[in-house]
């Protein structure tokens, strides 16, 4: 992974390193004739910390859920941040069952989530955090990255829409 495909907020692969990384991952499983699964997280009314305590409590949000998400997930998983609040993780060799337990344990990470932003001298904490996360698994859901991106993305918007804070596996 070359310094480009970093996201220096984050730390995580941004969506150039996710383009190198995450068909690499996906195909790997298969050859290895394993499933795979993908995530796709949003992180709930995120725009209202910005409106809320500014750009610098966005950016130090954003940071620590980068943190969550590598603390969360395991090694070998392609995580990234695809831009502004939203973050991918590709799990290859994974079934659906251990997508499910991975999804809800960065789901319950980020819930915990208890930020200090800089505001002032002293700074100060935000918590009650929440993410909508959708999930879409190889081979149920299709095959390709392309078709799991629109299957976890379509779960994620359902997650949304019945109230936010929530996995979703795709139909």
Same mark, same amino acid.
């Given at each position: 992974?070359?310094?480009?495909?970093t =996201?220096?907020?984050?730390?995580?692969?941004?969506?150039?390193?996710?383009?190198?990384?995450?068909?690499?991952?996906?195909?790997?499983?298969?050859? $290895?004739?394993?499933?795979?699964?993908?995530?796709?997280?949003?992180? =709930?009314?995120?725009?209202?910390?910005? =409106?809320?305590?500014?750009?610098?409590?966005?950016?130090? %949000?954003?940071?620590?859920?980068g943190?969550?998400?590598?603390?969360?997930?395991?090694?070998?998983?392609?995580?990234? #941040?695809?831009?502004?609040?939203?973050?991918?993780?590709?799990?290859? =060799?994974?079934?659906?069952?251990?997508?499910?337990?991975?999804?809800? #344990? %960065?789901?319950?990470?980020? #819930?915990?989530?208890?930020?200090?932003?800089?505001?002032?001298?002293n700074?100060?904490?935000?918590?009650?955090?929440?993410?909508?996360?959708?999930?879409?698994?190889?081979?149920?859901?299709?095959?390709?990255? #392309?078709?799991?991106?629109? $299957?976890?993305?379509?779960?994620?918007?359902?997650?949304? $829409?019945?109230?936010?804070?929530?996995?979703?596996?795709?139909?």
């Amino acid at each position: 992974m070359g310094f480009w495909a970093t =996201d220096k907020l984050t730390g995580l692969l941004d969506r150039w390193g996710w383009d190198e990384q995450a068909p690499r991952a996906l195909a790997g499983s298969r050859e $290895r004739g394993r499933g795979a699964a993908l995530l796709v997280i949003d992180f =709930d009314h995120f725009k209202q910390v910005n =409106d809320l305590h500014g750009h610098l409590a966005g950016d130090a %949000v954003l940071t620590a859920m980068g943190k969550v998400l590598v603390e969360s997930t395991r090694a070998g998983d392609v995580v990234s #941040r695809l831009g502004g609040d939203e973050f991918a993780v590709l799990m290859p =060799d994974t079934s659906l069952d251990e997508a499910v337990a991975v999804a809800e #344990r %960065v789901g319950a990470a980020v #819930r915990g989530l208890s930020v200090l932003i800089p505001l002032g001298l002293n700074g100060t904490t935000i918590g009650r955090h929440s993410a909508s996360i959708g999930l879409a698994a190889s081979p149920e859901h299709g095959g390709d990255l #392309r078709d799991l991106l629109l $299957r976890a993305d379509s779960a994620l918007l359902a997650a949304k $829409r019945l109230g936010r804070d929530q996995v979703r596996i795709a139909d």
